[in-house]
């Protein structure tokens, strides 16, 4: 819900009044008197919408549209000005930069502020949720594929289908007993193979089966990223 709303204006009585006609509408109005004033108080807390002017003391509303833009392109501005046609080249210069805004001319009645505000309200509570797909890539090296190991590989197919959509992961299950040159150093498999290929993080199970609740954490905590998990059993 659109709650958070920032007043940038130089002029009080204007700021006043939207104060009065959002409060009024439950609104949480918080005003700067210049564009300096309005970036820090938007550093300090992410405004749901943004009310700004053009011609003000110090930096104008086109550049402090760009720096607050700088801050955080998703920002929802809404430039209301008397002196868009003296302004109009430079709109139309930062629109084509790629710089999102909407515009409107002063005088607004306290209808159309409302209606701006309702409308960012709406637009938020409908927005879906932003999910980022994540990855795995999970190898495991075991010894030899015995009944105990692929028990194993059962346990950690069920937690991976679990946590990730079909697609999202991937297992890969390399029988280490078949490697030429195999041998056993400082609690890692020491073959050409492996020392090439094996990446980091590595989980060092070596047959030590009571730590598969450990690697399903492991894998637990990297449903919250995206990267490669590699086990040694």
Do not use: C
Not at 92 to 101: A, C, D, L, N
Not at 108 to 126: C, D, V, W
Request: no cysteine.
């Amino acid at each position: 819900m659109a709650s958070n709303i920032l007043v940038i204006d130089d002029d009080p009585a204007v700021r006043s009044a939207f104060k009065l006609i959002l409060e009024d509408d439950s609104f949480s109005v918080r005003e700067a008197e210049n564009g300096l004033q309005g970036i820090e108080m938007t550093l300090a807390e992410r405004p749901d919408l943004i009310f700004l002017d053009l011609r003000m003391p110090g930096i104008d509303g086109v550049e402090t549209l760009r720096r607050l833009k700088a801050i955080d392109e998703t920002l929802n501005v809404y430039i209301v000005t008397a002196f868009a046609t003296e302004y109009m080249e430079q709109l139309k210069s930062i629109h084509e930069e790629g710089f999102q805004f909407e515009l409107a001319s002063k005088p607004l009645s306290s209808e159309q502020i409302r209606n701006i505000a309702q409308i960012a309200r709406t637009a938020l509570s409908q927005e879906a949720p932003r999910v980022t797909p994540h990855k795995l890539v999970l190898t495991l090296y075991v010894v030899s594929l015995n009944s105990e190991t692929r028990g194993l590989v059962e346990q950690i197919t069920a937690a991976l289908a679990n946590l990730y959509d079909p697609g999202y992961w991937v297992l890969n299950v390399v029988e280490v007993l078949g490697m030429p040159e195999k041998a056993l150093e400082k609690d890692v498999f020491a073959t050409p193979m492996l020392v090439r290929d094996v990446p980091e993080p590595v989980l060092k199970l070596l047959g030590d089966l009571s730590r598969i609740p450990s690697v399903i954490a492991a894998i637990t905590t990297e449903a919250r990223g995206v990267g490669s998990q590699t086990i040694i059993v």
